[in-house]
């Protein structure tokens, strides 16, 4: 009987502990809270999403940057990065279509779907040991 107490009380904490998703916050939704930068893990890279609001306090643009401050960003790595990219095409049905600017050095993948347009932009990595930056946006997309 103490085992079976014991599992039922483990089984409900690990459901109210459970990690938050960049998915938790889909545009259109209601933000009612009080932080709006939100420490947290993206397909694999720690960092800290921003979230936008309009005046009606609901979500019309979420970025995120590996950053623990949200002001100081980490260098990602390139195995990260590609994790980070297949971590957001599973999490929201999408493929990426990849350009290059190379003037700037940066590579820009971008998806969009009926409701929003994902932009995540990286530095070109100059070999496959060497991190660099990058920055991620969601943004709602004006009806047309």
Known sequence: MKNLLFFVILLSSISFCKAQEITDFPLGKEFTEEKDMIRMDVGGIEGTLFVYTNKKKQIVSLGFVPSLDGTNPNRVHKQEFMGFIQYLQVAYGIQF????????GKEHFTARTADMKIAVTIETYKDDLTPTPMTMMINKRAKN
């Open 97 to 104: 279509e990849k350009t290059y600017e190379r003037t700037r």
